[in-house]
């Protein structure tokens, strides 16, 4: 029995903000995800070495930041300086690194509802899904429609069904699974998060005839978004949302 989901689910979600067009998962990502019409956003969730949790999708910091190696061999106070925004463009240098707190606390200014991926480095699945949770538990309203939780591990989301039953989990597929149905049963996940790469229209059914809605990433072509909503996918993640929302008339 899948738990029913406490809200809808919109057909384009915020890939890390608006990432095509601002430094991904930062705020000004989150900002300009809103400013193009997204209600929804999707961001990753690490920790640093100190044990905060952060916005940050790769294992390492030097794609995405003025820092060299590991995300979790630096502690916050030290993230804080780095500059996440000019690797993008000059027009977001300064663009500080995200903590969590902070953006879900953007999350409820702007009205954007995010879907919490939680993206542990090996070795960290409990941790990071503890101090997360805790961390959402604490700023999340209780009276708000709760978060979407996802991730790619399934010992992170163990610890998010334990810790906060009532908030919904999604589970993460990258290549096809022949497990899936017996781990998003026993994740009591409620939707299943998969890569449009290794899905077809046969595997989009079998997903849903679990009675799990579909989520695809990630789908930056409107005519291939069109296609997967009329196969039945509930949302896309896209880091073009203006483009999909755009074309949706
Ligand atoms: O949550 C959907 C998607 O973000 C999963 O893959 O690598 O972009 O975090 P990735
Ligand atoms: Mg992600």
Known sequence: MVAALPFLLPPVIAHRGASANAPENTAAALRLARAHGARWVEFDVTLSRDGVPVLFHDDDL?????????V???DWADLQKLDAGSWFGPAFAGEPVLGFAEALKLCLELGLHPNIEIKPAAGEDVETAEVAMAAAAAIWPKDRVPPLVSSFSARSLEIARDRLPDWPRGYLIYERQDDWAETADRLQAS???ACNRFETTETIAAYRASGRPVLIYTVNNAALAHELWRAGVSSVFTDHAGRLIGSLG
């Open 62 to 70: 030097d794609r995405t930041s003025t820092g060299k190696g590991p």
């Open 72 to 74: 979790n061999g630096m």
């Open 191 to 193: 939707t299943i998060h």
